[in-house]
């Protein structure tokens, strides 16, 4: 599916990153210090790099600091075991496009990667459409068939990620950062009880679930028809 | 030996005895030049009242003359009347010194005189007047006793100076020795202290001196350091309970499902509860971690001038689906009407987050969950009310230290982190939070956010805080997102 170059020191983790990526039917390539990933990843042939923050030798916001001077724009994220929000916002400066802690579930490394893969393009349309649902973002509501759907702003807001990224997994994680701009640890079932509102006002009588739940990671909007 | 050289008591005795034979040195001198002064002062004072009294009469100065030379018996005074021509009429002296102006001021000379049948260069004080009738009058008087009076001050010097210096190093030695003896009190106790000896204190003698003031200073430093040192090894040992208990289960968990599950399902649901508890334990480090990075109060340079009043909306709504599901009333009520504030408006967000959560957890279904924020004395203050069961009058101070739970809350999920998450967050901003009794009976939870001096009260829509408006009034601000 897609070229992953994985930059990672410690052997049991790299083989597992390794293992669960390939079983997503990724290519992966695995490089266990700076300078070796620092020579791969000029190689242009990547589709997403997957770096460790601290390797030995040579520390992975440099390699990608000097990967981004030279013009490398490979997508990039960052996994590390440091976890406050100062070392986040550092990644993310380095040419970090996204920040990972560890530990992390499987699941929510290969939507961060999916993400980045598929990043939405720059708004321009003006009018979103994903199955019988549109969303018109200059009057800002939404009608499903022909039936008008109120929504609050902060669910217009959530619904205009989700319709953004159509078939693919968003976890919790990423709508507390994305959608509500929360740099905190997310009480899980938060997210979920917004989803849950904004599921029932989409969803009329009789009709399939626009948004289904993937169990332990988070949900996925879908086109029903 | 080298490291007496080393010591502050050596250095302190010898700067106390060069100090000393300095002072004794430069009064020596002092003492010297008067006497000096003083001798040579009564000389000049004699040799012009002489001059004087032989000028006054001009007939009878050469027998004036020769009067005070008569008196002379150790052949010290030396006198002469000069004629116009330079000639001597009367008096000791051959010749008129060269030089010596007839002003009638006494001056040092070096001249040959006659002294019993000899030549003999002397040192003298002289003074010469000129008379009217155009005769010049010499008055001079020998320097030995000046001299005489200067080697016996330099004798006296000599023999007193071995004893001064003597003492002036014993004095240094004891006072350093004083000094050092207070010192080796303070390092003997220090010494245990390194080995860990916390519960040791310096010694305080009670005379209020700066040594007794700095004792005391340090010992309060060590109280402050030993308390802490307890609380570190009580947060320790709560660590290490709150991390073996899901660990320990864990494992247990584990070691049954290897030898007893039997069917696949069995072993999926035996890992899916260990992620679970796995994830818990994860969720404590990371909070530990959280109040570790809070109270290091790197993030002081966040700080920004914000609003309160749209945040605290935001907290509402972001709760408010969730308190329906539990059939709570969630309201808010602002009447302050200017809250802003300077501070970090993400980490305010997250005590005020932590404090809904806990009152939407701890209240029974159908209850109320009420945000307040008024002005009390000036200062903006957050509130927090529920219906749930409060916390009793001796536990509230408790609650919000690390790992502090309620004994019957210990059946809600939750690692009993949260508030001092809120504590540490209110520490580093210079809050107060508190807890007190809700009116229907739950908990209160207040968080007092006076203003700084210095906050700029039209800041939340200054430069630095970006704000987000969300369509419907609500305003927050947010750091820039990179």
Same mark, same amino acid.
């Not at chain 1, 708004?123 to 003006?126: G, N, R, S, V």
């Given at each position: 599916m897609a070229k992953v170059l994985l930059i990672e020191d410690d052997r049991e983790t790299a083989e597992e990153v390794v293992a669960d990526l390939r079983g997503r039917g990724h290519e992966v390539q695995w490089a266990d210090t700076g300078p070796t990933g620092l020579d791969l990843a000029r190689d242009r042939s990547w589709d997403i790099l997957v770096t460790d923050r601290l390797l030995p030798g040579r520390d992975g916001l440099s390699v990608l600091q000097d990967l981004r001077s030279e013009g490398v724009r490979t997508p990039a994220l960052v996994l590390s075991a440091l976890s406050s929000v100062d070392e986040r916002i550092r990644g993310l400066r380095a040419g970090g496009d996204d920040y990972l802690v560890k530990p992390f579930a499987f699941a929510e490394l290969a939507a961060r990667i999916e993400a980045l893969l598929r990043r939405p393009a720059e708004?321009?349309?003006?009018l979103l459409r994903v199955g019988s649902l549109e969303l018109d973002l200059i009057s800002s509501t939404a009608k499903r068939g022909g039936r008008e759907i109120e929504l609050l702003p902060r669910e217009y807001r959530l619904l205009e990620y989700m319709m953004r990224r159509p078939g693919q997994t968003i976890t919790r994680a990423m709508l507390f950062q994305d959608v509500w701009n929360y740099n905190f640890v997310p009480k899980s079932n938060l997210v979920d009880v917004h989803i849950g509102r904004l599921r029932h006002k989409l969803d009329g009588p009789g009709e399939p679930s626009l948004i289904q739940n993937v169990r332990g990671v988070g949900f996925v909007f879908s086109p029903d028809a | 030996m080298h490291s007496l050289f080393k010591t502050t008591a050596f250095r302190w005795a010898f700067a106390i005895a060069l100090w000393s034979a300095l002072l004794s040195l430069a009064l020596f001198a002092f003492v010297y030049w008067r006497t000096v002064t003083f001798a040579r002062e009564q000389l000049d004072h004699m040799v012009l009242h002489e001059a004087q009294f032989a000028a006054a009469a001009p007939a009878e100065s050469a027998h004036r003359l020769q009067m005070w030379l008569m008196e002379d018996l150790h052949s010290v005074r030396f006198a002469a009347l000069f004629a116009p021509d330079g000639r001597p009429v009367a008096g000791n002296l051959g010749y008129f010194p060269a030089g010596l102006p007839t002003d009638g001021v006494a001056r040092r000379i070096q001249m040959t005189v006659q002294l019993a049948g000899q030549s003999v260069s002397e040192e003298l004080r002289a003074v010469a007047v000129r008379l009217d009738d155009g005769q010049r009058l010499v008055v001079a008087h020998d320097l030995d006793e000046v001299q005489r009076g200067r080697s016996v001050m330099m004798r006296a010097l000599a023999l007193a100076a071995a004893p001064t210096l003597l003492l002036s190093i014993l004095g240094g030695v004891v006072l350093a020795a004083q000094a050092r003896r207070r010192v080796s009190s303070v390092e003997a106790v220090l010494a245990k202290l390194m080995r860990g000896d916390l519960q040791h204190r310096l010694p305080v003698n %009670?005379? %209020?001196d700066e040594f007794d003031r700095l004792s005391a200073g340090v010992n309060v430093l060590l109280a402050e350091i030993e308390r802490l040192m307890d609380e570190v090894r009580g947060v320790g040992d709560s660590i290490a309970h709150d991390l073996r208990t899901p660990l320990t289960r864990l494992r247990a968990r584990l070691e049954r499902s290897r030898d007893g599950a039997r069917s696949i399902e069995e072993f999926q649901q035996t890992i899916d509860q260990a992620l679970v508890w796995l994830d818990q334990t994860l969720a404590l480090i990371t909070a530990v971690l959280r109040i570790g990075e809070i109270e290091h109060e790197r993030r002081r340079a966040a700080f920004q001038p914000f609003d309160l009043a749209p945040m605290l909306r935001e907290v509402a709504e972001l709760y408010e689906p969730t308190a329906e599901e539990k059939a709570i009333r969630m309201t808010v009520d602002i009447s302050a009407r200017d809250a802003v504030v300077t501070g970090d408006c993400d980490l305010i967000f997250e005590a005020v987050a932590n404090l809904v959560d806990n009152a939407v957890k701890f209240t029974p279904e159908g209850g109320a969950v009420r945000l307040g924020l008024q002005e009390v004395e000036g200062a903006p203050v957050i509130s927090v009310e529920d219906t749930g069961p409060g916390i009793p009058v001796q536990e509230r101070d408790q609650v919000f230290k690390r790992f502090y739970r309620s004994a019957p809350e210990r059946h809600i999920d939750g690692n009993g982190l949260g508030l001092s998450i809120v504590a540490a967050i209110a520490a580093l901003h210079d809050f107060t939070v508190r807890v007190v009794e809700a009116p229907g009976g739950g908990c209160r939870f207040e968080l007092v956010c006076p203003r700084s001096p210095d906050a700029d009260r039209d800041g939340g829509r200054g430069r630095g805080a970006r704000r987000i408006g969300t369509g419907d009034g609500l305003l927050a601000c947010r750091p820039a997102r990179t």
């Open positions: 708004p321009k349309e003006t | %009670g005379t %209020g």
